[in-house]
């Protein structure tokens, strides 16, 4: 027998229930119509934290006088927090 035969594992370790399965973290995107911006504020662990902070957000935006204010809370990975059109 060969050093590689005998250094793995009798089982298996990358059976389905041992993969861990890597997932995003939970993000709040605020695009507004005007100015033309999208937005993402996070990373959150869960929904409802994401939801529980989008409030303050949303009153931030409005108070920079922010027009068309869409909201999603999904899981993502953004790679810009903001992103702006002239």
Not at 1 to 14: A, L, R, T, V
Not at 18 to 34: C, D, F, G, P, R
Not at 73 to 86: G, H, M
Request: charged share 20%.
């Amino acid at each position: 027998m060969n050093y590689c035969q005998n250094s793995f594992p009798k089982q298996s370790f990358y059976k389905p229930n041992n993969i861990v399965q890597l997932q995003y973290s939970w993000w709040v995107k605020i695009a507004t119509n005007e100015p033309k911006c999208v937005y993402y504020f996070g990373s959150f662990v869960s929904e409802e934290d994401a939801i529980e902070a989008l409030p303050g957000y949303v009153e931030d935006l409005e108070q920079e006088q922010a027009k068309g204010i869409f909201i999603e809370i999904k899981r993502d990975n953004p790679q810009q927090l903001t992103q702006c059109k002239s």
